[in-house]
Structures are given as structure tokens and as C-alpha cells.
């Protein structure tokens, strides 16, 4: 019994020690954390370093399968004019396989219409009830109105590069298209909120007497631009030809009609260019023809009963295809060299900004010295002066990427394009101030290299959606730039005073 006591105060005695010693330790422990910030062990600084910015102008980026197409001319003092065509395939018909029985002797035009859907948000109901919108992504002064051409397009667009079959066909902006001699539509263009509905005139076969009006809606109601084409040479084109083996499938009729170009020239100095989808633009050959049969199908490819000797109205639709192309031409109002004071980026084929920092004595002072870089930024101030007389085309983001190799920088695939940032910033008067870039991971990588690195130059631009990287092993940097807008910022020179351009790195170190 004595024994058992024995063992169990032997086992208490040594619980109670471990105890203690564990106690001892934690404030041992305190006590080393205490002495370190006691002594300022670490620290924590900051540096700048000057940069070298340079204007580069992009003489091409691609313009086929994109999400937007630009349609008009943009004239701005600082970036100069910007006129945008659109160049595209027709689609036959998928109700087309009896195209030329549609069309006897007594059919007729009463109407040919290129319609492309805006790209529009609903604002409210006026007083009659009519809904009203306003046209998103219209860049420039809409009052304005630019001259609109329309053409038959006489250079035949390949799905396939007829140098490399196994690839599928590019198009750049530069690209320069034939088209024919004479305009389907020529005339002044601006855009329309309230052009929601298509009025089309029925005519009987002496092509002047109206016999029936249809009013056709839009989908959803949405405003879209109406152009109307030459209808005799539709006529001959469509009709005439029906029966040409140019309309016996898609592929023989891509060979047969190429498509359509819409020109853009300018006719004011400050007119206005809007962006499109284009998914849903289409030509349309509204007809009739004297019924001479029991049934017949309405607009809708619905049969009808009919009655003969009764005027008839009918519909082909011709889709725009994929297969759709911009033009983009550029005639620059200002000089722009290496090192002056105001640095340009816009998009749609405009410009982009270069940036080189660190010298080899400067990367070797970031590896030799073994900081902890806790945040490292770019900032790049607006030229007030300049861009508030742009201010309705000021980019609300730009994009960083390494120029050099054309490939995503390390922070957009470790963290993301949230943080890496590139927002538009304001000031506290609501007026653009400043784009800020946090490449942190980027800089820390070089400096943790152990030896002398290649470095490469970073650029900015006007981002554009297909920037962002998709999955973590997506770096190529996409070759699109469906914007127009655009930023003046200040250079790197020192007469930018404290808005000039510099790399910003906050680090911590540890003190001898």
C-alpha cells in the first residue's frame, strides 16, 4: 500500500514538473518574441526605382471571332481618328431548299434590309406607351452622324489559312477587302434608340400599288439599325438568279455571294462609333408573289390557306455568318516618341505603353539583400488635361502582361486580376486619377533568382475580356482589342513631377 502511494506521488511529482517546465517555456518564449520587436529585429521599409515608359503603336490585332464589332469613325484630339468596317459572309436560308420555286414570274421586291440588333437597355415607358432604351457602347458624340456604305463584298473569306489548311483562318484589322463598284446603301448615319419597328410596303406586281403594311417588331423589342439595300440589284443578284447553282447549298452560295461590306467614312470631325454583337444581324428580302396555289406559308414558314390570284407577302432572311471581320483605320492627330512626357493607350489596334525597370546593379541589390517584398505596385497617374477632353472613352480597366514573351505576368495566374487591379481610380472631386498594379509575386520571383535574369519588358493596355487567363496553365495573351477607348497618362520624365511613373516596393529586412 505504501508503495502505491510512493508511485503515485512519484507520478504527480513528475506531472508537476513537466507542468512547470512547460509554463517556463511559453515565457520563454514570450520573452523571445517581446526581445525581438524590442530590438527591431525586422523592419519594414519601402523603395522606388525609376522606370522607362515608351508609346508603341499596334499596327494590327485580330478582328474575326470576336465578341464585339465597331461600326463608324471616332476623331479625338489627342488619339486621332478611328474608322471601323465590318466585312461578313451571308448564311443561306435554312428554309431555302426549294429557293428558286419561291420565285415565279409574278414575285417582287418590296423591300431589302440589313438589320443589326443593338446592344440596348430598357430605360422606361414613354407616356404612349412605346418602350424607350438607351444604346450601350457608343463611344464619341452620337448626334453626330458618319457616313455608311454598304457593299457587295468581293473577296471570299476562307474558314481555313489557305497556307495551312490544318489552322483556321485569321483576319487583322489592316486587312484591305475588294467590294464592288457601285454602293447597295449609301447615305448619313446615327444612331436611333427608337427604331423598333420595320414598316414594310406590300406592292402588287406593277410594283407601285400598295396593297397590304406589315409592321414588324423587333426581338424583345430592342432597337436595331435598319439599312435598306439597292432592290434591283438584290433583284438581280437573288431573284433573277434563283435558280443558279449558287443557291443549291451554303457552300455554293459563300462561293456565289460573298457577303457584305459596311464602310465607314467621316463626315463631321467628332462622330461617333457603336459596338455590336452581331449575332443576330441579318439581310432580309421581304417579296410577294400572286398566290396560285391552295396553301402557302407565312412569314413564320407556316402554312396559310390562299386563294389564287391573291397577292402573297414572303421573307428571306440571310443570317450574317461567324465567319465576320473588322477593318480599322487609323490617322494619328499627334507625334509620339520614346521618353516624352505623355504615354497613350487605346484600344481597337491603337497603342500600348512599354515599361523596363531595374538595372543590373539594382536586380542584384534585390537578390544580395534577401528581402521579404511584402508589396510591390506600378501606378500610373491620368493626364487630366488631356483625357477629361476624352473623358467618355476613358478605359475603366487596363491591363498588364509581359511584352516580352506575349504571355501573363506571375501575379495574374498566382492571385488574379482582381488583385493585380488596373481599376480606374478618382479622386475626391469624382475625376479619373489613376491606375494602380500590385505585381508583387512578379518581383518577388526575380528576387529570389540566384543569379543574373534576363529581364523582360512589361506593357500595358486597354483590357479587353479575352485578357483574362482561364485556367492557371492559360499564359498566351489572346491577339483581340474590340475597344476603342482610351487613356492619356503620364510618362516616366521628370516633368511629370510626382505623378511620373515609378515601381514602388514595400519589403521587409533583417536589421544587423
Known amino acids: 500500500m505504501a508503495t502505491k502511494v510512493v508511485r503515485k506521488f512519484k507520478y504527480l511529482l513528475v506531472i508537476l514538473l513537466v507542468g512547470i517546465g512547460v509554463i517556463s517555456c511559453e515565457k520563454e518564449i514570450e520573452n523571445v518574441g517581446v526581445s525581438l520587436v524590442d530590438n527591431n529585429a525586422f523592419s519594414s521599409t519601402s523603395k ?74 430598357k430605360i422606361e415607358d414613354a407616356d404612349d ?49 475588294q467590294k464592288g463598284d457601285l454602293p447597295l446603301f449609301s447615305g448619313d448615319f446615327k444612331i436611333n434608340p427608337n427604331d423598333t419597328t420595320i414598316y414594310i410596303k406590300r406592292y402588287l406586281n406593277d410594283g407601285v400599288t400598295v396593297y397590304d403594311i406589315d409592321t414588324l417588331k423587333q426581338d424583345n423589342l430592342k432597337p436595331s439599325i435598319n439599312i435598306p439595300l439597292n432592290e434591283d440589284t438584290i433583284k438581280q443578284l437573288f431573284i433573277d438568279n434563283a435558280s443558279n447553282v449558287g443557291f443549291s447549298s451554303n457552300n455554293e452560295f459563300i462561293h456565289y455571294f460573298r457577303g457584305l461590306y459596311l464602310e465607314s467614312t467621316s463626315l463631321t470631325e467628332s462622330s461617333h462609333i457603336v459596338s455590336l454583337s452581331m449575332a443576330n444581324a441579318k439581310m432580309s428580302i421581304y417579296y410577294s408573289k400572286t398566290q396560285d396555289e391552295e396553301e402557302d406559308e407565312d412569314l413564320n414558314g407556316n402554312d396559310i390557306d390562299g386563294e389564287e390570284g391573291v397577292r402573297t407577302s414572303h421573307v428571306y432572311a440571310f443570317s450574317f455568318s461567324s465567319l465576320k471581320t473588322n477593318v480599322y483605320e487609323r490617322n494619328y492627330n499627334v507625334s509620339k516618341q520614346s521618353g516624352i512626357d505623355k504615354l497613350y493607350v487605346q484600344g481597337a489596334a491603337g497603342e500600348i505603353t512599354t515599361i523596363d525597370f531595374f538595372t543590373n546593379e539594382e536586380i542584384e541589390e534585390l537578390q544580395n539583400n534577401n528581402w521579404l517584398i511584402t508589396e510591390a505596385n506600378l501606378t500610373f497617374y491620368i493626364d487630366e488635361n488631356a483625357s477629361l477632353a476624352s473623358s467618355n472613352i476613358i ?118
Open 48 to 121: 522606388s526605382y525609376d522606370v522607362i515608359t515608351e508609346n508603341v503603336a499596334v499596327e494590327k490585332v485580330q478582328t474575326n471571332g470576336q465578341g464585339q464589332y465597331l461600326l463608324g469613325v471616332y476623331n479625338d484630339e489627342e488619339f486621332g481618328e478611328l474608322k471601323a468596317s465590318i466585312a461578313s459572309q451571308l448564311t443561306l436560308p435554312v428554309n431555302a431548299t426549294n429557293y428558286a420555286e419561291s420565285f415565279d414570274t409574278n414575285a417582287s421586291i418590296d423591300s431589302v434590309l440589313v438589320s443589326i440588333p443593338y446592344q440596348a437597355t
Open 129 to 177: 406607351g412605346k418602350p424607350q432604351f438607351t444604346i450601350d457602347s457608343v463611344y464619341g458624340n452620337p448626334n453626330n452622324a458618319f457616313k455608311l456604305e454598304v457593299y457587295e463584298l468581293k473577296t471570299f473569306l476562307n474558314t481555313l489559312d489557305p497556307n495551312d489548311p490544318s489552322k483556321n483562318a485569321v483576319y487583322y484589322s489592316d486587312k484591305v477587302f
Open 395 to 512: 478605359p475603366n480597366q487596363l491591363f498588364i502582361y509581359n511584352y516580352t514573351e506575349k504571355n501573363q505576368i506571375t501575379d495574374m495566374i498566382t492571385e488574379g486580376i482582381s488583385t493585380v487591379g488596373g481599376i480606374l481610380e478618382y479622386d475626391e472631386d469624382g475625376n479619373p486619377y489613376r491606375y494602380v498594379f500590385k505585381i508583387t509575386d512578379y518581383i518577388s520571383e526575380l528576387a529570389q533568382q540566384n543569379e543574373l535574369v534576363e529581364l523582360h519588358t512589361l506593357a500595358i493596355k486597354v483590357y479587353n475580356p479575352t485578357d483574362t487567363p482561364t485556367s492557371p496553365t492559360n499564359s498566351v495573351i489572346q491577339d483581340f482589342s474590340w475597344s476603342p477607348e482610351g487613356v492619356v497618362l503620364y510618362g516616366s520624365t521628370e516633368n511629370a513631377g510626382d505623378k511620373r511613373v515609378k515601381l514602388n516596393i514595400n519589403y521587409t529586412k533583417l536589421n544587423n
